[in-house]
C-alpha cells in the first residue's frame, strides 16, 4: 500500500478533498492536468476553478443549498472557508470574486507539505487503484483518454451524457384546483363508465397519487404560453457543447418555434384526457412525471430546455397550475458526464466493485458547486479511515442534506439524472403536514443540523 492517497482532478471536489485528507496527517498525490491540458471550458491556471456562474446560491437554512453550506461550514469545509472569505455582494446569496476564490484555494492546497501537486493528465487507473486508495474527481469534462478507462473500470459500456434536462418542480406548489392525476389513454375507460362513475375513478386516482400530474390548458392559455416561450431569451452555449448535444435532442423552444401547433402534437398533446373540472378534452396538457419515491418532485415531460433560469420562472408560470410553482431544479442543455452511480457506488461515493476507488463531484451525479464539494468531503473521509485501517464507514443521517445526496446517488433509479440540493430528497416531518413551506423548510433545517451534530460525536 502506498503511504498517500491518490486524487484525480484538482476541481472543487477533489481540492476539498485533498485538503481534508493531509489536515489529518496523510499525504496526497493530487493530479491536475492543468495547465498542460485544458478542458473546453477551462481556462484558469488554479484549482477549483468555476467555470459558470459566481454563486454558491442561497445562504439561507431554510433553502436545501444554504443548509448544506452550513453543514460543511461546520465539518471545516476549505471552499466554503474560502467561499465566505471571497464574497462579493448578492443579497441573501453567496457569490464569490471567482478568481480571488480559485487563487486563495491554490495557496492553501500548495503551502501544505502534505500534498504533492503533479501538473499531467492521468491516462491509466487500475495501475494506480491496485497499489493505493484513489478518489476520481474529474468532473462533468472528464478528457476521452480517462473516459475509456473509467468506462472500463465500471464495466460499464457508457457514460451517461446528461445532454438535456426538463425543470423539475415541488409537488407541494402545484395548484390541485387546476391540476389533476391520471394516465393517458384512459378516454376508453371512461367510455365504459357512467360520468359519476369516471369522477369516482379520477378521486380514487388523486388519493393514491396514481399516475402523472397534468395540467390541463385552454387554447387562450396556450397561445399566450406559446408567444412568451418562443420569444424568452436562452443561454449561449459553448461551441463543443452545440455539436454534441443538438444532435440527439430538442430543446422545448426550438420544438416550440418549428409552428404554434407543434407542442400540441408533441409533449402537450391532449390526447386521451378529460379536464375534469369541464369533462371535456382540454386544448392542450402538460404532464408532470414523479422524480422521486416520496413523490414530493415532478419532472415536467418534454420541457428539456436552454432558456436562461429567470426565464423559465416566468414562462412556466404561464402554465395554469404552475403559477406559484417551486422550481427545485431548473432545465439545462450542456455536457455533463457521470457515471452510473445508482448502480457502482454506495452512500461514501466508494466504487463497489473495487474497494480502493471513490469517486467525487459531478461526475457521481451531485450536481453544482456546493454539491461537489459536499462528495469530496464524504469521499475523503472515508477514504482517510480506509487508509487508517479503521474499519468504519462515515455516513451522514439521511435527514442531512450532505447525507440525503450520498443516499440519492446510491439509491437503484432507472432513471437516475443528476441533482442539486433540494428538500425533496430529504424524509418528511414525523407528524402533522405543515402547510406553510418556510415554516416546514426550518423545521427540516433544525432536524438537520440537530443529525449532523449528532454524526460529529
Known amino acids: 500500500m502506498k503511504d498517500y492517497i491518490t486524487i484525480i482532478g484538482g476541481g472543487l ?15 496526497v498525490k493530487l493530479y491536475e492536468m492543468k495547465p498542460k491540458k485544458y478542458s473546453p471550458a477551462h481556462s484558469s491556471k488554479y484549482l477549483a476553478e ?9 445562504n439561507l437554512i431554510t433553502n436545501a443549498c444554504g443548509l448544506l453550506k452550513e453543514e460543511l461550514r461546520r465539518l471545516d ?6 467561499a465566505d472569505e471571497t464574497k462579493v455582494p448578492a443579497g441573501q446569496a453567496l457569490a464569490v470574486d471567482r478568481e480571488e476564490f480559485s487563487r486563495r484555494i491554490t495557496e492553501e492546497i500548495k503551502k501544505n507539505s502534505l500534498i504533492e501537486i503533479v501538473n499531467q493528465e492521468v491516462t491509466k487507473i487500475e495501475n494506480i487503484a491496485e497499489e493505493g486508495i484513489i478518489i476520481i474527481a474529474t468532473g462533468p469534462l472528464t478528457s476521452e483518454i480517462l473516459s475509456k478507462e473509467i468506462v472500463k473500470l465500471t464495466g460499464e459500456d457508457k457514460f451517461y451524457f446528461y445532454d438535456a434536462a426538463a425543470p423539475i418542480v415541488s409537488k407541494d406548489s402545484i395548484d390541485f384546483s387546476i391540476a389533476f392525476y391520471g394516465d393517458r389513454y384512459q378516454q376508453e375507460k371512461k367510455k365504459e363508465e357512467s360520468i359519476d362513475e369516471w369522477k369516482k375513478r379520477l378521486e380514487v386516482e388523486k388519493e393514491k397519487k396514481q399516475g402523472y400530474i397534468n395540467l390541463p390548458m385552454s387554447k387562450e392559455e396556450y397561445e399566450q404560453f406559446w ?4 420569444n424568452a ?54 404532464q408532470l412525471r414523479q422524480d422521486d419515491k416520496q413523490a414530493n418532485l415532478y419532472n415536467m415531460v418534454g420541457f428539456q430546455t436552454n432558456l436562461k433560469f429567470g426565464e423559465q420562472k416566468r414562462v412556466l408560470a404561464k402554465i ?48 453544482g458547486y456546493v454539491e461537489s464539494i459536499s462528495s469530496g468531503m464524504v469521499a475523503a473521509l472515508n477514504a482517510i479511515n480506509q487508509f487508517k485501517g479503521i474499519n468504519k464507514r462515515i455516513t451522514f443521517s439521511e435527514n442531512t442534506v450532505i447525507g440525503s445526496l450520498g443516499k440519492y446517488i446510491s439509491t437503484p433509479n432507472k432513471k437516475f439524472q443528476p441533482m442539486n ?37
Open 320 to 367: 395554469p397550475g404552475l403559477k406559484n410553482a417551486d422550481i427545485i431544479k431548473y432545465g439545462v442543455m450542456h455536457r455533463n458526464t457521470y457515471i452510473n452511480s445508482t448502480k457502482l457506488l454506495d452512500e461514501t461515493y466508494q466504487l463497489k466493485k473495487n474497494n480502493n476507488i471513490y469517486f467525487a463531484g459531478q461526475i457521481t451525479g451531485v450536481e
Open 421 to 457: 440540493a433540494n428538500f425533496g430528497i430529504l424524509p418528511e416531518l414525523e407528524g402533522k403536514k405543515i402547510s406553510d413551506k418556510k415554516e416546514r423548510y426550518q423545521k427540516l433545517a433544525t432536524r438537520s443540523l440537530k443529525s449532523l451534530k449528532r454524526n460529529m460525536e
Open 227 to 230: 408567444k412568451e416561450l418562443v
Open 233 to 286: 431569451e436562452v443561454v449561449m452555449l459553448h461551441e463543443f457543447e452545440k455539436r454534441e448535444i443538438f444532435e440527439g435532442c430538442m430543446p422545448i423552444e426550438i420544438m416550440a418555434k418549428r409552428g404554434i401547433d407543434t407542442l400540441r402534437y408533441g409533449p402537450l398533446k391532449p390526447v386521451g384526457f378529460d379536464d375534469p373540472r369541464t369533462g371535456k378534452r382540454p386544448y392542450a396538457v402538460v
Open 13 to 27: 471536489a477533489g481540492s476539498e478533498a485533498a485538503y481534508q485528507i493531509a489536515k489529518r496527517g496523510i499525504k
Open 77 to 82: 469545509s476549505l471552499l466554503i472557508k474560502i
Open 50 to 58: 468555476i467555470v459558470c456562474s459566481n454563486s454558491f446560491k442561497s
